[in-house]
C-alpha cells in the first residue's frame, strides 16, 4: 500500500483519514469543505483539487459519504461529468465506508467489476469516538479479492473486519446492526425512566439490568440516562457521538430493505416513528440517545 486517496472529510472521515496519515500513509485527501481539508494537511496530507485528482494514481481510495446518491455520482460520474471509475487504474482497490442502501453499492460494484476494478462496500460502526481511537467495526460485501485487499487499509483504522457476503452485503448488515441499536436504547431509555419514576436510583438499576437478562450494549457502553456514565454523551447534554438525523436516516434505509423483501420489522418500524417525532422537536443535532427525554416527564 503506497498511497491512499481519502474522500469526504466529515465527523468520521477526517480523524479516520488521520489515522492513516498517523500509520506513515501517503494520504491524499478531498472535500467539499476546504477548512477539513486543511486540517489533515497541517497533520502530513497531501490537499487535492478534485475527487478524480485524488484517486487519479492511488492504490486505494477511501470514501465516506452521506447517501448513495452522492456515492454513485463519485464513482459513477454526474451531470456529464466523470467519475472515479473513469480515472483509476485496475489496479486500484475502492473501498466506500459510507451507510447507504444496498442498492447504490452493488450498482457501482458492478460498473467497477465491468472494468475489472474491486469496489468493496465497508460501512462503519463504533461512532465517532472509534473514529479517533481507530477501533472501528468494518462490514464489508464484495468479492473473497477484494476484502482480502482491503483489510490491510482498513486494520490501520478499525480493530473489527468482517466479511457479511457479495456486493452490498456490508450495507444491509449495517442496517440491521443499527435497526436493533435503535430498538435497544430506546427499550433501555423506557425501563430506566420507569425504575425512576419509581424512585430507584438509575446508576443502581443499570447495574442490576447489566448483569440480568436485559442486559445490553447501551447498558454496557452508552447509558443514555445523564450522570450514570461520565464519558458518553448523555452526561455531556446529548453533544456528540451519532446524531439523531444519522439514526433516522439509517432506519429509513432499513424500512426500504424491509419493503424490498417483503420482511416484516414492526419493531424498527417503531423506533423508525419515534426518532422522527424526537428530530422534528428540533433534537436531530443530538446524539441519538437523546431518545431517553421522551420518556422523561419533562419530555
Given at each position: 500500500?503506497?498511497?491512499?486517496?481519502?474522500?469526504?472529510?466529515?465527523?468520521?472521515?477526517?480523524?479516520?483519514?488521520?489515522?492513516?496519515?498517523?500509520?506513515?500513509?501517503?494520504?491524499?485527501?478531498?472535500?467539499?469543505?476546504?477548512?477539513?481539508?486543511?486540517?489533515l494537511?497541517?497533520?502530513?496530507?497531501?490537499?487535492?483539487?478534485?475527487?478524480?485528482?485524488?484517486?487519479?494514481?492511488?492504490?486505494?481510495v477511501?470514501?465516506?459519504?452521506?447517501?448513495?446518491?452522492?456515492?454513485?455520482g463519485?464513482?459513477l460520474?454526474?451531470?456529464?461529468?466523470?467519475?472515479?471509475l473513469?480515472?483509476?487504474?485496475?489496479?486500484?482497490?475502492?473501498?466506500?465506508?459510507?451507510?447507504?442502501?444496498?442498492?447504490?453499492?452493488?450498482?457501482?460494484?458492478?460498473?467497477?467489476?465491468?472494468?475489472?476494478?474491486?469496489?468493496?462496500?465497508?460501512?462503519?460502526?463504533?461512532?465517532?469516538?472509534?473514529?479517533?481511537?481507530?477501533?472501528?467495526?468494518?462490514?464489508?460485501?464484495g468479492?473473497?479479492?477484494?476484502?482480502?485487499?482491503?483489510?490491510?487499509?482498513?486494520?490501520?483504522?478499525?480493530?473489527?473486519?468482517?466479511?457479511?457476503?457479495?456486493?452490498?452485503?456490508?450495507?444491509?448488515?449495517?442496517?440491521?446492526?443499527?435497526?436493533?441499536?435503535?430498538?435497544?436504547?430506546?427499550?433501555t431509555?423506557?425501563?430506566?425512566?420507569?425504575?425512576?419514576?419509581?424512585?430507584?436510583?438509575?446508576?443502581?438499576?443499570?447495574e442490576?439490568?447489566?448483569?440480568?437478562?436485559?442486559?445490553?450494549?447501551?447498558?454496557?457502553?452508552?447509558?443514555?440516562?445523564?450522570?450514570?456514565?461520565?464519558?458518553?454523551?448523555?452526561?455531556h447534554?446529548?453533544?456528540?457521538?451519532?446524531m439523531?438525523?444519522?439514526?433516522?436516516?439509517?432506519?429509513?434505509?432499513?424500512?426500504?430493505?424491509?419493503?424490498?423483501?417483503?420482511s416484516s420489522?414492526?419493531?424498527?418500524?417503531?423506533?423508525?416513528s419515534?426518532?422522527?417525532?424526537?428530530?422534528?422537536?428540533?433534537?436531530?443535532?443530538?446524539?441519538?440517545s437523546?431518545?431517553?427525554?421522551?420518556?422523561?416527564?419533562?419530555?
Open positions: 500500500m503506497n498511497t491512499v486517496a481519502f474522500i469526504g472529510l466529515g465527523h468520521m472521515g477526517q480523524p479516520m483519514a488521520l489515522n492513516l496519515v498517523k500509520a506513515g500513509v501517503t494520504v491524499k485527501v478531498f472535500d467539499l469543505v476546504p477548512e477539513a481539508m486543511a486540517e494537511t497541517e497533520q502530513g496530507a497531501l490537499m487535492a483539487t478534485s475527487a478524480c485528482g485524488a484517486a487519479a494514481g492511488a492504490d486505494v477511501v470514501s465516506m459519504l452521506p447517501a448513495g446518491r452522492h456515492v454513485r463519485l464513482y460520474g454526474q451531470e456529464g461529468q466523470p467519475g472515479l473513469d480515472v483509476v487504474a485496475k489496479e486500484t482497490l475502492l473501498i466506500d465506508c459510507s451507510t447507504i442502501d444496498a442498492k447504490s453499492a452493488s450498482e457501482v460494484a458492478k460498473v467497477a467489476a465491468s472494468k475489472g476494478i474491486e469496489f468493496v462496500d465497508a460501512p462503519v460502526s463504533g461512532g465517532t469516538g472509534g473514529a479517533v481511537a481507530g477501533t472501528l467495526t468494518f462490514i464489508c460485501g468479492t473473497d479479492k477484494g476484502f482480502e485487499q482491503a483489510k490491510a487499509t482498513l486494520s490501520i483504522m478499525g480493530s473489527h473486519i468482517f466479511h457479511a457476503g457479495g456486493a452490498g452485503a456490508g450495507q444491509i448488515a449495517k442496517i440491521c446492526n443499527n435497526m436493533l441499536l435503535s430498538v435497544l436504547m430506546i427499550g431509555s423506557e425501563s430506566l425512566q420507569l425504575g425512576i419514576d419509581h424512585g430507584l436510583d438509575p446508576s443502581v438499576l443499570s442490576i439490568m447489566k448483569v440480568s437478562s436485559g442486559g445490553n450494549w447501551t447498558l454496557e457502553k452508552y447509558n443514555p440516562c445523564p450522570d450514570v456514565m461520565p464519558n458518553v454523551p448523555s452526561s447534554d446529548y453533544q456528540g457521538g451519532f439523531v438525523d444519522l439514526m433516522i436516516k439509517d432506519l429509513g434505509l432499513s424500512q426500504e430493505a424491509a419493503l424490498s423483501s417483503n420489522t414492526p419493531m424498527g418500524a417503531l423506533a423508525r419515534l426518532y422522527v417525532n424526537h428530530g422534528r422537536k428540533g433534537h436531530g443535532q443530538l446524539d441519538f437523546s431518545i431517553f427525554e421522551e420518556f422523561n416527564k419533562k419530555g
